[in-house]
């Protein structure tokens, strides 16, 4: 609990932000495709784990899962306040 606190302290008072971009190719058009979001501090998850979302198929290709894209749990690690 003290450690989330001296860290919830220490954003109260910065401008933090997370951009994330994922660009990758279409397969039927072979273009381009970019995605971008941005995180501010109240979106953050502390203390979560993302939920597996890709599966590996009996025949070697992958499956994502995009229903449990979002879905997180916590960590295990420091406590949640």
Do not use: M
Request: with cysteine; charged share 25%.
């Amino acid at each position: 609990a003290e450690f989330r606190a001296a860290l919830d302290a220490f954003f109260d008072d910065r401008d933090v932000e997370i951009v994330a971009i994922v660009e990758g190719c279409d397969e039927i058009t072979s273009r381009l495709v970019q995605a971008r979001h941005s995180y501010a501090v109240e979106n953050f998850a502390w203390w979560q784990n993302f939920a597996p979302c890709v599966f590996r198929q009996p025949g070697g290709s992958c499956l994502v899962d995009f229903s449990e894209f979002h879905r997180t749990s916590a960590s295990g690690g420091a406590a949640e306040t």
